[in-house]
C-alpha cells in the first residue's frame, strides 16, 4: 500500500509539471474546473498545489497516518491508474511540442 500512495504522490508531481508545460505552451486546457481557477489566479498557485498535496500524501503515507483498509486501497489503485493514464495523454500530447 505504501509503495501505491508514494507512486500518487509522484504521478501528482509528473501530472503538475506536465499540465503546467502545457497550459503555459497553450497545448492543452485544464479540464479539472477548479484547478483551472486556480492556474488562472497564478500559475505559481498551480504548482504551489501541486507539490503541496504531493508532500502532504508522502508525510501522511511515511507517519503511517494512511488508514490499510481494503476501501482506501481500492480507491487508491483507482486513482492511481486514471493518474497515470491521464499522464500518459498529457505527455502524448505535449512531449512533440516541447522538444
Known sequence: ????LYYLALLN??????????????????ANPLMDAI???GPHWFLVLKVALSVILYGLN???AV?????????AM???????AVCVLHSIWIIPFVF
Open 1 to 4: 500500500m505504501k509503495v501505491i
Open 13 to 30: 508531481l509528473l501530472d503538475g509539471a506536465v499540465t503546467y508545460l502545457g497550459l503555459q505552451h497553450n497545448i492543452i486546457s485544464e
Open 39 to 41: 492556474y488562472e489566479a
Open 62 to 64: 511515511f507517519t503511517g
Open 67 to 75: 488508514p490499510d483498509g481494503k476501501g482506501i486501497r481500492r480507491l
Open 78 to 84: 483507482f486513482a492511481v491508474i486514471l493518474y497515470t
